[in-house]
């Protein structure tokens, strides 16, 4: 994959990539898993592995407040903060992610 500055490119085009119909699809960027999830006309990304006990996100799904539900345990994050909704203090990591005219890019940094 190609790198611009720390801003790693993963597709080409939104049309690219392929979700599922939870809106959750699982790429590999640098030997990580993570999720980019559409959601709203947007793209977010996180980390695959679930911060509670590592269950993978990919297999859960979004609930109408911007949370992504863990399928394990159900516990739900904020796609924003990352923070979970329980207060239990667990954070899972977001990564930014944008569109631009030549492609997606996701900093894993
Ligand atoms: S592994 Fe995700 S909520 Fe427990």
Same mark, same amino acid.
């Given at each position: 994959m190609e790198k611009?500055?720390?801003?790693?490119?993963?597709?080409?085009k939104p049309g690219e990539i392929i979700f599922p119909e939870n809106n959750i699809a699982k790429i590999t960027v640098k030997?990580?898993?993570?999720c980019v999830i559409q959601k709203? $006309?947007?793209?977010k990304a996180c980390v695959s592995k679930c911060p509670h006990a590592g269950g993978d996100l990919s297999d859960g799904y979004l609930d109408k407040r911007n949370h992504i539900v863990c399928p394990?345990?159900?516990y739900r994050f904020n796609l924003d903060s990352g923070r979970d909704n329980n207060g239990? $203090?667990?954070f899972l990591k977001i990564f930014p992610i944008k569109i631009e005219k030549d492609g997606i890019f996701?900093?894993?940094?």
């Open positions: 611009k500055n720390n801003w790693i490119k993963i597709a080409n030997e990580k898993a993570i709203d $006309g947007g793209l394990v345990h159900c239990e $203090g667990y996701v900093a894993l940094e």
